[in-house]
């Protein structure tokens, strides 16, 4: 039989055990086959409790794509560098 082994009202592990099998300091609840209790749900007054749902992962914010005039105003920029470099070194 799976059962869940719980301590201090955590579920600690899922086993398979025999009926009538012990652990020292801990409580054995019988699953169903189609639990999908495991270590992270913990167990109070008789129920199994679900974890939290983890918190969705945000999206990334694309970074602004540069618009035409944006890059022709780059790319001139640029030139008018190389221009100016060669004109003091000349």
């Given at each position: 039989m799976r059962k869940a082994v719980v301590k201090?009202?955590?579920?600690?592990n899922v086993?398979?055990?025999p009926e009538?099998?012990?652990?020292p300091d801990?409580?054995?609840i019988t699953l169903a086959d189609n639990s999908l209790v495991d270590q992270r749900w913990t167990y109070e007054k008789g129920e199994?409790?679900?974890?939290?749902e983890p918190e969705p992962e945000p999206e990334p914010i694309p970074e602004p794509k540069k618009s035409d005039?944006?890059?022709r105003?780059?790319?001139l920029?640029?030139?008018l560098s190389k221009l100016s470099t060669a004109k003091t070194e000349g």
């Open positions: 201090d009202g955590k579920v600690i086993i398979l055990a009538g099998f012990t652990l801990c409580e054995l199994f409790i679900k974890p939290p005039l944006e890059l105003i780059e790319a920029e640029a030139e």
